[in-house]
């Protein structure tokens, strides 16, 4: 048998000898003395169609004729089956995140993968604050074919503000999430909206593969001027507290986030501010500046700060508020489903608010909430408010110390001035 009937390719499969195998499960081919090696990335029991369970690597040896001509038609068959697949990967290895998961997800899940794969990787082991920041605002010589982060949230929105630092159209680059932080919540949302695992294993596996699917960023303009980009959220209010105010207990993991939680519910305390926002349907208010020629994260613009707002704009009537934040993605940790109605490319920011009073009743209500975020149920609650919307303003009163987290970082403001933040989409 010569190699031309070792190797049949077909539209969505491969058959070696006697095996047929998706190509979409096939990392990598090599050849040895009596057949080929094929290395495999596969759901567990259903190949790549189906199932949720985490994908596993494996590799399966196949006796052929003519190894190398098998295993170069194989090579060139995945090649054109997966354009997209990039030839070198910058990544980013947090060593601090999750208390020092992301190190092993790199090296457990992330590496084998892309080595399978036959990707270069370029690696960024970060040794402080901002450095995963400053690599990508200084820009590429050679801009590699994606950004795979092993870590949290953090370090993955400041791969996000120094791409958009540099420059917008650095963006196109593809951009992967492997979660090793504590919340994980971009890799947990695109998992939650695709039927994946959330694992270091399926985010190298995208990555290696080319699968690409857009996400929104919002444009957040402060107070002070500046101009933030944020994939995930804008918290303020009780989540901030619960969420910056327990980074000190960053060594205890997720638990960090509930005992929090029950010190903030304590101790409940009311957030005072106006919050405005432009219903989803009113889209071209948003739109219609953009130029063609630059990107919509740079050109988008809203009302000026300093000046009121259209009448398209709502406010809402409440003035005191426990919970107010804004979601682009449906989840905030592992566990947390804010937003399950959110979508990676819905155009929207869902806004989520209670403004019940303080006191015990206050207290129990909202940790009902809380709990029924396991879930997403708390949206059917009659305390909890939910609106999907383009854009949104939020000006904390003069008194209100409260903090503002984006994508889990705190910004503050110049609140002795004028404390406002203006927040539109730009997907
Ligand atoms: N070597 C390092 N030592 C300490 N801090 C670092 C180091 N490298 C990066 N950082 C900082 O650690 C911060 C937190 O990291 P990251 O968000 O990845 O993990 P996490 O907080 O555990 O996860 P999550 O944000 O998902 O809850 C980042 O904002 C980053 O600036």
């Not at 009448?311 to 989840?331: G, K």
Request: aromatic content about 6%; proline content about 6%.
């Amino acid at each position: 048998m010569n190699s031309l009937h070792d190797v049949v390719v077909e539209r969505d499969v491969v058959s070696i000898g006697d095996k047929t195998y998706p190509f979409l499960d096939i990392l990598g081919v090599r050849s040895y003395t009596k057949g080929v090696e094929v290395v495999l990335c596969e759901k567990p029991g259903v190949g790549c169609m189906g199932g949720s369970g985490e994908r596993r690597l494996r590799s399966e040896k196949v006796a052929v004729e003519d190894p190398s001509a098998v295993a170069s038609e194989v090579r060139a068959a995945v090649k054109a089956a997966t354009p997209n697949a990039p030839n070198r990967v910058l990544v980013f290895v947090n060593p601090s995140s999750g208390t020092g998961r992301a190190s092993k997800v790199y090296q457990r899940s992330v590496k084998p993968v892309l080595r399978a794969a036959g990707i270069e990787i370029d690696l960024v082991v970060t040794s402080r604050e901002n450095e995963a920041f400053e690599k990508c605002a200084g820009g590429f010589d050679d801009p590699p074919g994606g950004i795979l982060v092993v870590g949290g949230d953090g370090t993955l929105s400041e791969v996000v503000r120094g791409l958009v630092a540099r420059d917008a159209d650095l963006l196109a680059i593809p951009l992967g999430h492997a979660p090793g932080g504590t919340g994980n919540a971009c890799a947990q949302s695109i998992a939650h909206q695709c039927g994946d695992a959330c694992s270091g294993v399926d985010a190298a596996y995208y990555v290696a593969k080319g699968t690409t699917r857009p996400l929104d960023l919002l444009r957040v303009e402060l107070a002070d001027g500046s101009v933030v980009p944020s994939f995930l959220s804008i918290e303020w209010a009780i989540i901030a507290d619960i969420d910056l105010g327990s980074d000190s207990l960053r060594c205890l993991g997720d638990a960090r986030f509930t005992l929090a939680a029950i010190y903030r519910l304590l101790c409940l305390r009311k957030y005072c501010g106006t919050l405005s926002y432009l219903p989803e349907e009113e889209e071209e208010e948003v739109s219609r500046e953009k130029t063609p020629d630059s990107t919509s994260f740079c050109s988008t613009r809203l009302p000026p700060l300093a000046e009121p707002l259209p009448d398209s704009w709502v406010q809402v009537e409440a003035t005191t508020f426990q919970l107010a934040m804004a979601l682009n993605l449906s989840h905030i940790d592992a566990t947390t489903l804010l937003a399950p109605r959110a979508r990676l490319d819905d155009g929207a920011i869902h806004l989520v608010w209670t403004a019940e009073g303080t006191g015990c009743c206050a207290a129990l209500n909202l940790a009902d909430t809380m709990i029924k975020f396991e879930d997403g149920t708390h949206i059917d609650k009659t305390s909890v408010n939910t609106i999907k919307c383009r854009a949104f303003r939020l000006v904390p009163s003069r008194a209100d110390t409260s903090r503002l987290a984006i994508d889990g970082e705190e910004f503050r403001g110049p609140s002795a001035s004028s404390p406002r933040h203006n927040i539109t989409t730009a997907p």
